[in-house]
């Protein structure tokens, strides 16, 4: 039995491993689905089947990221294939510029290709192997998000359903509790991230309007919804383009000029405007929700960082409600000097579950007090 036991443990390993990135995509296809449910919800309410609002509500979210990705993707080629084009003059510009002003000989463009021929020849080629399988990868993954997204919103309440006949009547109400509670946290996190790229669009329109770069307004679009819709490095993917603009059609100067602003704006984001936003949308502190940010990046990579907060929201929620609390002892510690001190009696200990889950789904009942059924 010990040995049966070690090789169940292995497999059942192994196996986790291998399933590691499928329950990656289920994460993200549930995140998606309580993201897009309520605007099921509003088709529902006026008339649409359940089936047809889901697939009409995942299939508008898709254009509208295709038609985004579809009007600044061109720009973005044009004006990288016009920089790539300019590269080898503003290369020998530089090289005469050494050459004068140090005395340094600097290699011709050719001796310089064919070096680096020679030396990464083949991890190119390994490189773009590489990037063709990750592009398959990806491929399917979306599908895949896609797929099990649309089965949740169109499954809906049955799928709810077919949870609680699992349960007893008192945990169902607790579980029914908490799913609305991580819905409306998930709708939090998607309003704030709305809220930082319109900042994030008029700030960078008025910084490229002043500098006089073209394109200014499409550009600022840009950089705001990449910079916040894709996790880590989206300010620096969305920063790329006005960069690139403005080293094509206009130098040098205003090209690093555009990258010391979005570096700096980038540093201003992170350390006061988004833990700002996102401790009153999502009710957490703001050294809280930075360093929950940087946590979940550090561990689960890009996609930890975008469902850092919305998860760790959804967890305070379940302590909230599940984690007995104490009365607080009188203390000059616990109160600024002239503030009125918190009731203890607020979180007794012996506030009941259902209190508790009340006092975490105030928040909830407030704002679908009409439409909870």
């Not at 920089?83 to 290369?91: A, D, F, T």
């Not at 669009?201 to 770069?213: D, P």
Request: with cysteine; net charge neutral; glycine share 10%.
């Amino acid at each position: 039995m010990t040995v049966v036991a070690v090789f169940v443990g292995i497999f059942a390993w192994n196996a986790l491993g291998a399933l590691g990135g499928l329950f990656v995509n289920l994460l993200i296809a549930f995140f998606l689905a309580l993201a897009l449910e309520p605007i099921v919800v509003w088709l529902v309410r006026h008339g649409w089947r359940r089936g047809g609002a889901a697939a009409f509500a995942l299939i508008g979210g898709l254009v509208l990221v295709i038609v985004v990705l579809a009007l600044f993707g061109n720009l973005f080629v044009q004006q990288l294939v016009q920089l790539v084009e300019n590269v080898p003059q503003l290369y020998a510009d530089a090289r005469t510029m050494i050459a004068d002003r140090f005395g340094v000989e600097v290699p011709e463009t050719d001796d310089l290709l064919r070096q680096a021929t020679e030396a990464w020849g083949g991890d190119v080629a390994s490189g773009a192997l590489l990037v063709g399988t990750t592009i398959l990868g990806g491929v399917f993954a979306a599908l895949t998000i896609l797929l099990v997204t649309y089965y949740l919103l169109a499954a809906g309440p049955r799928f709810r359903a077919s949870i609680c006949r699992w349960l007893t009547p008192g945990r169902q109400q607790e579980v029914l509790r908490l799913w609305e509670i991580t819905q409306v946290k998930v709708a939090d996190f998607i309003n704030t991230r709305i809220v930082l790229a319109a900042i994030a669009t008029v700030a960078t329109f008025a910084f490229l309007a002043i500098l006089g770069t073209p394109y200014s307004l499409p550009l600022a679009v840009f950089t705001g919804v990449v910079s916040q819709f894709v996790p880590t490095i989206g300010t620096y993917i969305g920063g790329a383009l006005p960069i690139v603009v403005a080293l094509t059609s206009q130098g040098v100067p205003q090209g690093l000029g555009v990258l010391a602003f979005i570096l700096g704006y980038q540093q201003v984001e992170n350390l006061w405007l988004a833990p700002k936003v996102s401790a009153r949308a999502l009710e957490m502190n703001a050294a809280v929700s930075f360093v929950v940010v940087l946590g979940f990046g550090a561990v689960f990579g890009a996609l930890g960082a975008f469902l850092a907060l919305p998860i760790a929201a959804t967890i305070q929620a379940v302590a909230n409600t599940y984690v007995q609390r104490h009365e607080l002892v009188q203390s000059h510690m616990l109160h600024d000097p002239g503030e009125a001190q918190e009731d203890p009696g607020r979180t007794g200990r012996g506030a009941s579950n259902a209190d508790r889950t009340r006092a975490a789904a105030r928040e909830v009942e407030e704002r679908h007090a009409d439409g909870v059924q």
